[in-house]
């Protein structure tokens, strides 16, 4: 295995699927296929056969052009709707499917958290199927002897070890096939939507684990809907959308695209525009508008510990949307929200146009900062859609070293009272 190159290459994948409209129709169109080459000497009837084969043949392209590259240790987070090949991209690099073009290059053993049970035999038991899985998976004989105890331990699914998987339930199964994945020592986790499995006790089991294998350097590749997930364990992120690569960076900034790419769908039955970038952020079909600087016009201050910060807004929103709501976030350098405030809108009249100045004092610890901006209708707090955002670059730098008072982010209010212990007499 060569230590110097990246755990995992991917370049250039794209999978095209061919679809037949009917059982006739996969006879019919490869053999019109074939007497278009062998009547190449008559133009005519070749284009007639030709064409009559490409009539009876669909194609679907579920990636195009998808290019990554991961460096040992490095956790990444593929997010995006439902079809836009997600899952594809993931059995492709898994082994399951072959590419129709591009190359998957892996250095390292690579363990999948796909289809989680679909390779048991119902008729064995779990024991005999952890074998046999193991087997698969390339663990030794003697390997397997070593974790099979802890194996079973973690799956907790007592006695039914020694039952037929027929006999299980499907969280059981579930619970048997991920533990047999996490305890093979992998150089690269595929995890797809399988930190969901069992209940809430078991998954924070899952989770615990998941830290043990990243922390010693195995490569993580994750894919699912829980973003919060991938806001806990990934560096970088991925956004698919119909098999191509729209946004790739820090994963908040991935997130933010990915949750504006849901609700434009959300709102694409009553819209008839797609939403449009702007050079601010995005503006939905709605046609909101939110623009923001810092005061005085600036984008980027230096500042000290405790000084003002003032962000000046500038917004248009339909004053029919009575929930409309800006929220302001304020991100450390890796994209991380350290905090934020939502500020309800007024009833607006008129156009609908708005302008506040939002203060807050920089308490943080010395670095960069950077502010965004959403303009959302939210009228509760779990349902939210997002009008337009504001992601120009505004930041602001706090110089001081503030460590001799407080560690961490930010300060802690907090008291101390100091009170001489007594001194105990000997024997005492």
């Known amino acids: 295995m060569n230590t110097s190159a990246p755990a995992l290459d991917v370049r250039n994948v794209g999978k095209t699927y061919h679809l037949w409209p009917s059982p006739a129709s996969r006879l019919w169109g490869p053999l019109l296929y074939r007497m278009s080459g062998w009547t190449r000497w008559f133009p005519a009837l070749s284009q007639r056969l030709l064409a009559g084969a490409q009539a009876r043949l669909h194609t679907h392209r579920a990636l195009e052009g998808v290019s990554f590259s991961l460096e040992r240790g490095e956790a990444l987070g593929i997010i995006g709707l439902n079809g836009s090949g997600k899952s594809t991209l993931l059995q492709i690099i898994a082994g399951v499917l072959p590419a129709t073009t591009g190359t998957v290059v892996a250095n390292g053993r690579i363990a999948a958290l796909l289809e989680l049970g679909s390779g048991f035999n119902p008729e064995l038991t779990g024991r005999e199927n952890v074998r046999i899985n193991a087997a698969i998976l390339g663990i030794t004989p003697a390997q397997l002897r070593e974790r099979l105890d802890d194996i079973i331990a973690f799956a907790d699914i007592g006695e039914y070890i020694d039952e037929p ?59 699912g809907h829980d973003l919060n997930v991938l806001r806990a364990f ?77 962000v000046d807004v500038e917004l248009f929103a339909d004053p029919a949307i009575g ?3 800006c929220i302001v976030d304020v991100l450390d350098r890796r994209g991380v929200p350290v905090s934020g405030r939502r500020v309800r809108l007024p009833p607006r009249s008129g156009e609908g146009r708005l302008q506040f100045r939002i203060r807050f004092q920089a308490l943080l610890q010395r670095g960069a900062y950077r502010v965004r901006l959403r303009l ?45 212990a007594p001194v105990q007499a000997e024997g005492g």
């Open 323 to 325: 929930a409309a709501a």
């Open 234 to 310: 990934c560096q970088r992120g991925i956004l698919l959308e119909e098999g191509r690569v729209t946004a790739q960076g820090l994963p908040e900034d991935v997130i933010e695209q990915y949750l504006f790419q849901v609700h434009a769908k959300a709102s694409a039955a009553a819209a008839a525009d797609a939403p449009v970038r702007t050079d601010q952020g995005f503006a939905s079909p709605d046609g909101a508008i939110l623009r923001a600087t810092l005061r005085d016009g600036v984008r980027n201050i230096a500042l000290r510990h405790g000084d003002p910060v003032d």
């Open 376 to 420: 959302v209708d939210a009228p509760g707090m779990e349902n939210a859609r997002v009008l337009a955002r504001h992601d120009g670059g505004l930041s602001f730098e706090v110089v001081d070293d503030c460590r001799e008072e407080f560690t961490g982010l930010f300060p802690l209010p907090a008291s101390v009272e100091f009170a001489e």
């Open 165 to 223: 998987v027929k006999t299980y339930s499907s969280g059981m199964a579930l619970r048997l096939a991920f533990a047999v994945q996490v305890h093979i020592d992998p150089d690269i986790l595929i995890v797809d939507e399988a930190l969901a499995v069992g209940d809430a006790a078991f998954q924070a089991k899952a989770m615990a684990r998941m830290e043990q294998i990243l922390a010693r350097g195995t490569t993580l590749l994750f894919v």
